[in-house]
């Protein structure tokens, strides 16, 4: 398989194609093209107990991170990742280059830190998908919360993402339809969704893809797979099939992000800093 550095360059063509900036379900699947992955190495996940993250999405992320570290990327806290200026005046890296480059900064980075007790001072290096809380969130829901309690905070984080009528059927012989709501735009139009939420800690294939689909049929005007787990390259060719009712994923890693920001079950504290200016007291 390859390493995450010679991911670099698949990463920033396939930012080019996009047009310069794309989400990370965007980036992963443009570079699955490009690179034309097979079914069986997009379904090898980094560690299975912990989290839902591909072994693919794993070194992804480290690519973005020592090209974000080297000044070629950006990214905003919504989660898109952009190409800089340096970027688009040098296309052509040199990924090993980079990697000599990143790991001589964090290594006068750690020689710098003065106190490892200290926040301000200890550098996490690790890619944002990788950190403490997603992997403590990835437990939480996979291994001790209930199929009925996830399908309810499925029903919670729908409302508060400004769905109304959410209702969850959950009957079984329903076709795989957990419940259903109606999204609003902008207060004037709507439509109607059923949405199917499942534990999972592999990936979702193409099959369940179309079973849902078939169930929606007459009964939504689209539908909506949530999951813990990850979508094979199949099931998201499935998902957007021309000629057929588009179906919405949400992956586990989506899921992650959309509870932290309605902040349901998950808390983000600032930490204030202090510091004392002596040249202000001193110019009184």
């Given at each position: 398989m390859v390493t995450f550095d010679q991911l670099m360059l698949p990463l920033m063509k396939a930012l080019v194609n996009l047009g310069g900036s794309g989400s990370i379900s965007e980036i992963y699947e443009a570079v699955v093209e490009l690179e034309k992955f097979d079914e069986e190495a997009l379904t090898v996940l980094h560690s299975p107990d912990k989290s839902n993250q591909t072994e693919?999405?794993?070194?992804?992320?480290?690519?973005?991170?020592?090209?974000?570290?080297?000044?070629?990327?950006?990214?905003?806290?919504?989660?898109?990742?952009?190409?800089?200026?340096?970027?688009?005046?040098?296309?052509?890296?040199?990924?090993?280059?980079?990697?000599n480059y990143v790991r001589s900064l964090d290594r006068?980075?750690?020689?710098?830190?003065?106190?490892?007790?200290?926040?301000?001072?200890?550098?996490?290096?690790?890619?944002?998908?990788?950190?403490?809380?997603?992997?403590?969130?990835?437990?939480?829901?996979?291994?001790?919360?209930?199929?009925?309690?996830?399908?309810?905070?499925?029903?919670?984080?729908?409302?508060?993402?400004?769905?109304?009528?959410?209702?969850?059927?959950?009957?079984?012989?329903?076709?795989?339809?957990?419940?259903?709501?109606?999204?609003?735009i902008n207060g004037l139009m709507s439509f109607h969704i059923a949405f199917q939420c499942k534990k999972y800690k592999g990936s979702v294939g193409a099959p369940e893809i179309r079973n849902f689909r078939g169930a929606t049929v007459g009964r939504a005007d689209r539908g909506m797979f949530i999951t813990t787990g990850s979508f094979t390259k199949a099931a998201i060719e499935e998902a957007?099939?021309?000629?057929?009712?588009?179906?919405?994923?949400?992956?586990?890693?989506?899921?992650?992000?959309?509870?932290?920001?309605?902040?349901?079950?998950?808390?983000?504290?600032?930490?204030?800093?202090?510091?004392?200016?002596?040249?202000?007291?001193?110019?009184?």
């Amino acid at each position: 398989m390859v390493t995450f550095d010679q991911l670099m360059l698949p990463l920033m063509k396939a930012l080019v194609n996009l047009g310069g900036s794309g989400s990370i379900s965007e980036i992963y699947e443009a570079v699955v093209e490009l690179e034309k992955f097979d079914e069986e190495a997009l379904t090898v996940l980094h560690s299975p107990d912990k989290s839902n993250q591909t072994e693919i999405g794993y070194r992804l992320a480290w690519a973005r991170t020592y090209l974000k570290k080297a000044g070629y990327l950006e990214n905003s806290s919504r989660g898109v990742w952009a190409l800089t200026d340096k970027a688009k005046q040098a296309p052509d890296i040199d990924s090993r280059e980079i990697l000599n480059y990143v790991r001589s900064l964090d290594r006068k980075a750690n020689q710098n830190t003065t106190d490892p007790t200290d926040p301000d001072t200890v550098l996490d290096e690790s890619p944002e998908e990788m950190l403490a809380w997603r992997e403590k969130l990835h437990h939480v829901l996979v291994e001790e919360m209930s199929p009925d309690a996830f399908e309810r905070l499925t029903q919670r984080m729908l409302r508060e993402s400004g769905f109304v009528h959410v209702e969850v059927t959950g009957r079984t012989g329903d076709g795989g339809i957990d419940g259903k709501g109606i999204a609003r735009i902008n207060g004037l139009m709507s439509f109607h969704i059923a949405f199917q939420c499942k534990k999972y800690k592999g990936s979702v294939g193409a099959p369940e893809i179309r079973n849902f689909r078939g169930a929606t049929v007459g009964r939504a005007d689209r539908g909506m797979f949530i999951t813990t787990g990850s979508f094979t390259k199949a099931a998201i060719e499935e998902a957007n099939r021309d000629g057929a009712a588009p179906i919405d994923l949400v992956d586990g890693d989506q899921l992650a992000d959309k509870l932290k920001e309605l902040a349901l079950g998950i808390k983000t504290e600032l930490v204030e800093k202090v510091t004392v200016d002596p040249e202000w007291f001193l110019g009184l």
